[in-house]
């Protein structure tokens, strides 16, 4: 099972809340309040109220970091020494420069502070005749010996300012953007009242299996658990219907869009079904599976039924067998039936992988198909089914059933379309710790995409709401309430949010009380 968002036992560092994804880039500097923020692995979220941040493991809640102020402090030094270098360039008297900017400045026409090395850079010309020293318009130029003793001043204030932006870096993760004034708030830490962050969507790609005959013989989902250890499968079947269907049509399969449409409209459909955006994904053919499963093969699995040439028992699939046997299906079996024993294929070559070390999987490591494998197989890979009921020959997905599949898997999802789900900032008004990713995963189920998650403005808070901001949030408001079982929603009057944020980053805030526990169910 998935599971999300950051954990590091680092001081200033972010805790876990129960997502996963790639680390996020560093957090904004003052000046970009405006600027569009980072993105994973994946879709970019405004920078301009909250601390970008990666998501990763289960939530570590009050007590689990602190807010890095000795490393800032730290910083402050090193940022004295570079001023102190840059002070003593500029009063550093220079021979005649060769550039024209340069000439100004020794002629007072331009008011421009020397750069970092001119100081080097004009030394050189120290050695020129005696009728050029004499040309110069200022006071002499500085014996080499002391040219060289700043240099060394430069190069040191330099080497401290490096040392001092990675520490600005590890104490700008625990900095939140005042949003109504849009400065930057003393430092806090993400155990303390106020503090949010942004979370980086559940990465996810599809393994398109393609039959002999150029037929969708399946789609598996996958998705990765925080720094790719772990993560899950959901194996989806080509006769699905997707709905709903256009007004007076008849639902098409996946099957059928795959024939008409190709392998984009497909996972439009697979990730519309799952309400679930899937970015990447691989098209499979028999030969590219004898490639990828041959570093462990023969794959062993057990199978209740006989098709094509393999008995019922226990099976021992040939690098060559796989894309045959992913693709076979009696005469008198459904989609069902194939569905099967494609989970216990993945089931199985998932677990050998895990065993078979690191040329398990041919191809890049941290990229494509070979990344999603070897991460997943690194944990306990959970493989499942698509739920899904019969309708003659053709399968309808199970909506609550598979709302509950993708919490459990992507628990992290972003939307696939504009307005799919709705966009929450779930914020912990209570002490409990694990509170954050369990609720989030309920929310996740009832529709909701989760993009910044945090602590209230106090720990004491009672009962859970769901705030919004404007008319035009209600719907979506009541829609989640009505899908999570939250019985309270609040409109907040415009500019008089409890904790403001930027109409285009969410649509409501979740503010979990003391009540939550009772009302996710979990």
């Given amino acids: 099972m998935t599971t999300g968002s950051v954990s590091d036992d680092r001081p200033g ?73 840059r002070a003593a360039a500029a009063t550093t008297a220079h021979p005649q420069p060769h550039s024209r900017r340069g000439r100004a400045r020794t002629r007072g026409r331009a008011a421009v502070p020397p750069r970092v090395g001119e100081a080097a850079a004009d030394a050189t010309l120290a050695g020129g005749s005696a009728t050029r020293r004499r040309r110069l318009r200022g006071p002499r130029p500085a014996p080499a ?39 930057y708030a003393d430092t806090i830490a993400p155990t303390d009242p106020g503090y949010q962050a942004y979370v980086v969507p559940t990465p996810t790609m599809a393994a398109v299996t393609k039959a002999p005959d150029g037929s969708l013989a399946g789609v598996t989902v996958l998705a990765l658990e925080a720094g790719d250890k772990g993560g899950a499968a959901i194996v989806v079947p080509p006769s699905t219907l997707v709905l709903p269907a ?48 041959a570093p462990v093969a023969p794959i062993e699995l057990t199978i209740d039924h006989r098709v094509d040439r393999w008995k019922a028992g226990k099976i021992r699939l040939a690098a060559d067998d796989v894309g045959p046997f992913l693709s076979a299906r009696a005469g008198n079996e459904t989609d069902l039936d194939r569905l099967d024993r494609q989970e216990r294929f993945w089931s199985a070559w998932l677990g050998q992988v895990r065993r078979g070390g690191e040329d398990a999987v041919p191809g890049e490591v941290g990229t494509g198909l070979g990344r999603f494998v070897r991460g997943i197989a690194s944990g306990s890979p959970d493989v499942t089914g698509l739920p899904v009921a019969r309708f003659g020959p ?28 709705v966009r929450v900032r779930l914020l912990n008004g209570t002490s409990d710790r694990s509170l954050t990713s369990d609720a989030a995963r309920a929310l996740v189920a009832a529709g909701a995409e989760v993009v910044i998650v945090g602590n209230a403005p106090t720990f004491t808070v009672d009962t859970t709401t769901i705030d919004y901001s404007g008319a035009d949030r209600r719907a979506l408001a009541e829609r989640l309430a009505e899908a999570s079982g939250i019985r309270r929603t609040e409109a907040m009057p415009a500019g008089d949010e409890k904790v403001p944020s930027s109409d285009d980053e969410i649509d409501v805030t979740v503010v979990l009380g003391r009540d939550a526990r009772d009302l996710i169910g979990r």
């Fill in 246 to 293: 256009p007004a007076g049509a008849t639902p098409p399969t996946l099957a059928e869009i795959y024939a008409d449409r190709g392998v984009n409209a497909t996972l439009a459909a697979v990730g519309k079904t799952l309400d679930v955006a899937v970015p990447d994904n691989v098209v499979i053919d028999a030969d590219h599976w004898a490639r990828l499963v």
């Fill in 145 to 183: 010996r002391e040219l060289r003793r700043r240099r060394h001043v430069v190069l040191a204030g330099m080497g401290a300012l490096t040392v001092a932006g990675a520490a600005l870096a590890v104490v700008g993760l625990g900095t939140v953007r005042n949003s109504t004034v849009g400065r």
């Fill in 394 to 421: 053709r399968l309808v997905p199970d909506a609550p059933q598979v709302a509950r599949v993708v919490s459990d898997t992507v628990p992290f999802p972003e939307a696939p379309a504009p307005g799919a789900r």
């Fill in 13 to 85: 560092a972010m805790p876990d809340y129960g997502g996963q994804g790639e680390p996020a880039p560093p957090p904004p500097d003052p000046d970009a309040a405006d600027k569009p923020g980072p993105a994973h692995l994946a879709g970019s979220k405004p920078a301009g109220r909250q601390t970008p941040v990666p998501s990763a493991g289960a939530y570590t809640g009050p007590g689990a970091g602190t807010s890095g102020g000795g490393a800032y402090r730290e910083a402050a030094a090193a940022g004295g020494a570079y001023a102190a270098a």
